[in-house]
């Protein structure tokens, strides 16, 4: 038994979707204000009681909001545009004092994912030990916003307001980065690391240790471009063509090949618009002109990695 589970952070997200869909069903202003209030109601659902559907059901509603969001119905109401100048005056007031509940949050979750297996009450856990880190991660954005609201005295009605402007401001990419790890899992029971292996082994010379090299970070790379989520393509990836080529008919070791394969499909990730969350998001909430200004920046480092990963693969993967 435990005191404090991830289902009530869950619980709690989803109540704040509902909350943010009752705001836009009553904004008569908003362009999409149906679609977007469904959108968000939707996803509050998933939040709330999702461990409690039916996988069928769970997975119709993924499908309704993927219709939703492909038909560009979910949009950000009109009076969820920031106001930079606003922002800009409270940041020179406030100055450094900003960074202190950022900095807050990954220091809690790393305490917090250490000590919180072991906090208990008598015979009762405090949470499950491999739920310690959500959990930690849900408190420590607990304490940060109460820290900020201290820093920067504000109080909880601007805090929901400006966490609502920036939610919508994100939009249906909010959900893209689950939806397509959940992909790859798909795509792995479907049985199509299998396909990718006859297609890729009839076409290349994969009999010698350098090419399965390549075309094993090459896939990666390429795949998470296709997919926006290495975790996604790595399943695929690794039972098509690392498991058999690499490891299997060349003696490759499995660590060092997984450890430097997701490390390709990050480089992946970097150049791809899929990536909304690494992305397309920051241009957003920075009001950028470009929406793939963060692509450009980060496509040559991408290269240079891959590179780096390719090399460092072919030199240590068949020797340790």
């Known amino acids: 038994m435990t ?21 836009v069903a009553r904004d008569r202003t908003h362009p999409r204000r149906i679609a977007t209030a469904l959108f968000w109601t939707l996803l509050a659902v998933c939040f709330v009681a999702g461990k409690h559907l039916p996988p069928v059901m769970a997975g119709l509603l993924v499908v309704a ?8 119905s979910v949009t950000p109401p009109a009076a969820a545009a920031a106001k930079g100048t606003d922002r800009a005056v409270e940041a020179v007031r406030l100055g450094n004092r900003l960074i202190t509940p950022v900095v807050l949050i990954p220091i809690l979750v790393l305490a917090g994912g250490y000590l919180l297996p072991f906090a208990s009450l008598a015979d ?18 607990g304490f940060a916003l109460l820290v900020a609201s201290r820093v920067t005295g504000a109080g909880a009605t601007v805090a929901l307001a400006e966490g609502g402007r920036l939610v919508h401001a994100m939009g249906w990419a909010l959900i893209l980065p689950q939806l397509l790890a959940s ?18 082994g009839s076409t290349l010379p994969l009999h010698l240790p350098l090419a399965a090299v390549v075309a094993y970070c090459a896939a990666m790379a390429l795949f998470t471009i296709v997919m926006g989520n290495a975790f996604a393509a790595f399943p695929v990836v690794t039972l098509g063509i690392g498991v058999p080529f690499i490891v299997r008919e060349h003696g490759g070791n499995a660590a060092i090949m997984g450890a430097l394969g997701m490390l390709s499909g990050y480089c992946g990730t970097l150049v791809t618009p899929m990536a909304a969350n690494f992305n397309l998001v920051p241009a957003i909430l920075l009001n950028l002109p470009d929406r793939h200004a963060v692509i450009r920046a980060q496509a040559p480092m991408a290269a240079a990695i891959w590179i780096f990963n390719v090399v460092l693969m072919a030199l240590c993967v068949y020797r340790f």
Not at 65 to 72: E, F, I, K, Q, W
Request: positive net charge; aromatic residues 8%.
């Open 3 to 23: 005191l404090l589970g991830l289902e009530f952070f869950l619980v709690l997200g989803g109540l704040g979707f509902g909350a943010m869909a009752v705001g």
């Open 65 to 72: 909001m993927a219709v939703l969001a492909g038909t560009r």
């Open 183 to 200: 992909l790859g899992g798909v795509f792995a029971r479907a049985g199509v690391g299998e396909v990718v292996a006859n297609a890729v």
């Open 124 to 141: 009762v856990r405090l949470v499950f030990p491999a739920q310690a880190t959500q959990v930690a991660l849900g408190l420590a954005c």
